[in-house]
């Protein structure tokens, strides 16, 4: 269903982070290079969140808390 839609805006309880949707490959790929961008930050972060999170934001929402403005533009890029 995602994967028909050009975008996907998620609201990090007050830190509005646009993802650009024009990744080739599944949403399972997508959602994979987003561990892999957020492992780039905080090691370990996918055991930390056991691979699945209760909220689509929550683990990015956790990196963006703790690494600042840098990683919000390098998440949004």
Not at 30 to 59: A, C, N
Request: charge should be positive; proline fraction near 1%.
């Amino acid at each position: 269903m995602l994967e028909n839609k050009k975008a996907i805006i998620f609201d990090f309880d007050g830190v509005l982070c646009f993802l650009n949707w024009n990744y080739k490959g599944t949403l399972y790929q997508w959602k994979q290079g987003l561990w892999d961008l957020l492992e780039e930050y905080e090691p370990g972060i996918k055991k930390k969140f056991g691979g699945t999170v209760s909220y689509s934001y929550e683990h990015v929402d956790y990196v963006i808390r703790k690494y600042g403005q840098k990683a919000a533009t390098k998440i949004n890029d």
